[in-house]
């Protein structure tokens, strides 16, 4: 089972951009379909995007849609999360998940591993 942590959060204005990383532990990381979600104070766990084993795929939730790039590099136990034109309401904890079993990619509880989370807030 992989352990992943995410780095790259913080403040930031509103229009800029943020590169979010996750790094991966473990030898079977190729194995896993990864995506992130967010949650912002109150509400309910959102998913932002998700990408296949061989980076080949990749799915976006609409919020995000055209403005944010999900990557991974492989060899390097590495998945990316790179956030273009961000505004305040993309405010939120940002993490990194890891999927074993094939399931829905937008739905969290297909998820079997998560990351601690990392902050990012956008200032307007």
């Known amino acids: 089972q992989v352990q992943l942590v995410e780095t790259g959060g913080g403040l930031v204005q509103a229009g800029t951009s943020l590169r979010l990383s996750c790094a991966a532990s473990g030898r079977t990381f190729s194995s896993y379909v990864m995506g992130w979600f967010r949650q912002a104070p109150g509400k309910e766990r959102e998913f932002v995007a998700a990408?296949?084993?061989?980076?080949?795929?990749?799915y976006y939730g609409d919020s995000v849609k055209g403005r944010f790039t999900i990557s991974r590099d492989n060899p390097q136990n590495m998945v990316y999360l790179q956030m273009n034109t961000l505004k305040p309401e993309d405010t939120a904890v940002y993490y990194c998940?890891?999927?074993?079993?094939?399931?829905?990619?937008?739905?969290?509880?297909?998820?079997?591993?998560w990351g601690q989370g990392t902050q990012v807030t956008v200032s307007s």
């Open positions: 990408i296949s084993t061989s980076g080949g795929s990749t």
């Open positions: 998940a890891a999927m074993k079993v094939t399931a829905p990619w937008g739905r969290a509880r297909s998820y079997d591993t």
